[in-house]
């Protein structure tokens, strides 16, 4: 069955391995199936839910359309741009929020870790940050989402948003009931310093991150650097418990190789974390490097990268567009 595909990175800058292999890895191999109709959102007004530089908005929205075609996404074959340019987004984001309980979103953690522990001085924006993603994905009747594992509890509210609005409006299969896509092994790729904390584009230290514009020599510093354990690695997964790092680097060299822990055990198991780390360098810059240069190269062509949004945003506005009609006349505007 051909799908319809919907996702959204935020232009906050830094994109890194853990966006590349928790999602936009994905968004590749899902654009490559040629049966597939693909949408993907550069999502700006996401982004201003947390204080954004004004210069460094409207560079990161190309960096990050960069990004997607560096990696891989053909921009032939799917729709790529950015969210503030299609109104339908904001506007039925609105519309959501009137259906949505608030207790629902109380129970959004992600809005816990971001808000921190001063809530008062969290924005609104940030608080209902999940309705204006449901209104994304909503909008283009998408049926597969492909996203992080840190996004599943959004996607679950999405899907029960669209099951309320349906009922409340006696409206049955109006709004589709999307399905999330989230890789089965190292959905969550870890931080290089810290096997607990998630990788993250916030994240102070650099050391933390491989991101998608760094150097063959910034890779190879960050591997060495890597936080690792005292003990060799084992020959099974069950060893693994309580090992967070050593658990993350292998998870990092299968993913990128594309296979499973236990072949990435048959080849290290018994060996040294130096041998790990000579091969894990070795491999992410033969495939992270090409996507820094070309990511390069695309920026420092503006007028291309805004021509593409700009055809993007006019084939998504026609979607969306249209979708928002029908839904104001179901509410009775
Ligand atoms: P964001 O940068 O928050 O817009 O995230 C873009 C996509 O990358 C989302 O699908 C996230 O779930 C995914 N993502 C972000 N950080 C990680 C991570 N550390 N591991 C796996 N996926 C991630
Ligand atoms: N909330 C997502 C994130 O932080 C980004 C996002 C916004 C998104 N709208 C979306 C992802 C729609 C998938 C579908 O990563």
Same mark, same amino acid.
């Not at 890789?183 to 990788?199: A, E, H, T, V």
């Given at each position: ?14 994109? !890194? =391995? ?5 999602? @936009? ?8 199936? +040629?049966?597939?109709? $693909? ?6 007004? !996401? ?11 409207? /560079?990161? #929205? ?10 891989? @996404? ?14 339908? !987004? ?19 953690? %992600? ?42 509890? !959004? ?7 669209? %099951? &309320?609005? /349906?009922?409340?409006?006696? $409206? ?19 931080? =290089? ?7 993250? &584009? ?30 060799? @690695? ?6 693994? #418990? ?5 658990? *993350?680097?292998?998870? #990092?060299?299968?993913?990128?190789? *594309? %296979?499973?822990? /236990? ?8 060996? *040294? ?17 090409? @996507?820094?240069?070309?990511?390069? &190269? ?29 839904? +104001? ?5």
């Amino acid at each position: 069955m051909p799908k319809k595909i919907f996702s959204g990175v935020q232009p906050t800058g830094n994109l !890194h =391995l853990g966006n590349y292999l928790g999602a @936009i890895k994905n968004f590749v191999d899902l654009n490559n199936d +040629k049966e597939n109709n $693909c949408i993907f959102c550069v999502v700006d007004l !996401h982004a201003i839910t947390v204080k954004q530089d004004k210069d460094q908005l409207k /560079n990161n #929205i190309r960096e990050t359309t960069a990004a997607f075609i560096a990696s891989g @996404i053909d921009p032939s074959r799917s729709i790529i741009f950015n969210q503030s340019e299609v109104q339908a !987004h904001a506007e039925g984001s609105w519309m959501l929020s009137c259906m949505a309980p608030m207790g629902w979103l109380n129970r959004m953690t %992600q809005f816990k870790e971001k808000a921190g522990k001063d809530k008062e001085k969290a924005s609104v924006g940030l608080y209902i940050y999940p309705i204006l993603m449901a209104s994304d994905i909503l909008l283009y009747d998408t049926s597969h989402v492909p996203v992080g594992e840190d996004q599943k509890q !959004h996607l679950e509210l999405t899907r029960d948003i669209a %099951q &309320k609005f /349906n009922k409340d409006f006696d $409206c049955r299969d109006f709004l589709k009931v999307p399905e999330p896509l989230i890789q089965k092994d190292f959905s969550r790729i870890m931080s =290089l310093k810290d096997g607990l904390k998630k990788m993250s &584009k916030s994240d102070p230290s650099d050391l933390s991150r491989i991101n998608l514009t760094d150097s063959e020599d910034e890779i190879i510093n960050k591997i060495k650097k890597a936080k690792t354990d005292s003990f060799p @690695i084992p020959n099974e997964d069950q060893k693994l #418990i309580n090992r967070p790092e050593a658990l *993350n680097l292998l998870g #990092i060299y299968s993913s990128i190789s *594309n %296979q499973n822990l /236990n072949k990435t055990l048959d080849e290290f198991g018994g060996k *040294n974390f130096s041998d790990l780390k000579v091969k894990l360098a070795e491999i992410l810059s033969s495939k992270i490097s090409p @996507i820094s240069n070309e990511i390069k &190269k695309l920026i420092s062509d503006k007028q291309y990268l805004d021509k593409l949004l700009l055809e993007g945003a006019n084939k998504a506005e026609a979607i969306a567009g249209k979708k928002i009609k029908e839904m +104001k006349k179901i509410i009775g505007f």
